[in-house]
């Protein structure tokens, strides 16, 4: 198997070699991902099936030299197998049948947590045992899946969320305490069926500004003591100053947005990833030729670096300067 990755996360690459994989490297931008996607009308329904997960992962992997696969799945599986039933609207993103803000003592169901979401389990085995590299499995973060569960899409006025949790504290931890719990049971099943690393996406976690630690760092903290120690995980926390809550952070392997300046981590006793805007795809071939050649010369001799995305791939986005940039990264790698 090709270890750079996983040799990275645990900051002992020493191969002069730049790991890397994209953030939403499977997805709509790319045409043999619409031509599934067209074929399905309901996301869920599609990534009920394993089989497609299956080969939604292979997709780019076929595509472009990567170090690592990401199972094709959604942070909004949780919500979804609690009975909140979540739809994806076109240009609106999820929305969901049921929330918080429209019904306070909403009830989630637990019954037959695990076995409703085995199919995502079965897709990591599927996608396992077609691989050679390294699988990263995913959840959001149980204050990123509260926020989906509150507005019952993505949030637009901060302002409420943060009312509704100073009127209702006790019941807001409840919830939370619960995600986490969840969400250990679901990382763990998502290991054991394959998994190298697990990522977890705060992508709501810059709503909290100085309340991050009390309302989402804790429970991110909670499910890394919970997990074996020898499983990576990495974590993703859209809009929050990383440097801010480094000394509360039981999670050493971060995946930065493209607002902070990652060279300022590099000699830390952590991992870094991530980082790149994913608009550099719109420069030319001999820009983006340039950028892996800068890219290699500052982080070839790390031993705690990961090249990819401050978020993720767009649908906008030419997978062909994708390619560029991934094949002279390529060719970088394999002097
Ligand atoms: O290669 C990969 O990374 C694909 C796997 C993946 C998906 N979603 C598939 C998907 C991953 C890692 C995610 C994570 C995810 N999902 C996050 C965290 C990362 C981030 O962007 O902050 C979040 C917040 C979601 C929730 C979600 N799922 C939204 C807001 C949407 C709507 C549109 C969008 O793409 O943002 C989705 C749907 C979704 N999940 C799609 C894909 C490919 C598009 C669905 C479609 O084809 O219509």
Same mark, same amino acid.
């Given at each position: ?13 020493? /191969? ?49 030299? %990567?170090? @690592? @696969? ?28 049921? +929330? ?24 990591? /085995?599927?996608?396992? +045992?077609?691989?050679?590299?390294? %699988? ?34 006790? +019941?807001?931890?409840?919830? $939370?305490?619960?995600?986490? =719990? ?16 697990? =990522? ?48 509360? +952070? ?25 980082? $790149?805007?994913?608009?550099?795809? /719109? ?29 993720? $791939? ?14 002279? $990264? ?6």
């Amino acid at each position: 198997m090709n270890d750079n990755f996983l040799n990275a996360l645990q900051r002992t690459n020493a /191969n002069r070699y730049v790991p890397v994989w994209l953030l939403r490297q499977a997805g709509r931008y790319l045409p043999e991902y619409r031509k599934i996607r067209a074929k399905n009308e309901d996301f869920f329904a599609m990534i009920k099936k394993p089989e497609v997960c299956c080969e939604l992962t292979l997709q780019p992997l076929r595509r472009f030299k %990567l170090d @690592a @696969a990401i199972t094709f799945t959604d942070i909004l599986t949780i919500p979804d197998a609690l009975g909140l039933e979540v739809e994806f609207v076109k240009n609106k993103g999820p929305v969901f049948k049921k +929330s918080f803000l429209q019904n306070k003592s909403l009830r989630l169901d637990q019954t037959n947590f695990l076995d409703r979401l085995d199919y995502v389990f079965q897709a990591t /085995n599927l996608i396992k +045992s077609n691989i050679d590299l390294p %699988l990263i499995g995913f959840c959001g973060s149980p204050w990123t899946i509260f926020t989906y569960m509150f507005y019952g899409e993505s949030p637009k006025n901060f302002a409420i969320i943060k009312d509704y949790i100073r009127e209702n504290i006790e +019941s807001t931890e409840e919830t $939370l305490d619960l995600l986490t =719990q969840l969400s250990i049971v679901y990382l763990k099943e998502q290991a054991k069926y394959g998994a190298d690393c697990l =990522q977890i996406f705060d992508s709501w976690g810059g709503i909290l500004g100085d309340d991050y630690v009390k309302y989402s760092l804790k429970y991110i903290n909670e499910i890394r003591k919970e997990l074996p120690q020898n499983i990576p995980i990495i974590l993703y926390s859209r809009g929050q100053k990383v440097i801010e809550f480094l000394k509360d +952070s039981d999670v050493k392997i971060f995946n930065f947005d493209s607002s902070e300046k990652l060279e300022k981590y590099i000699d830390l006793p952590l991992t870094v990833q991530g980082n $790149l805007d994913p608009k550099v795809f /719109n420069n030319s071939d001999q820009k983006l030729i340039s950028l892996a050649e800068d890219i290699y010369l500052k982080f070839s001799q790390k031993n705690n670096y990961i090249c990819n995305l401050g978020s993720g $791939l767009t649908p906008d986005i030419n997978p062909e300067k994708v390619g560029t940039f991934l094949n002279h $990264l390529r060719f970088l790698n394999s002097q």
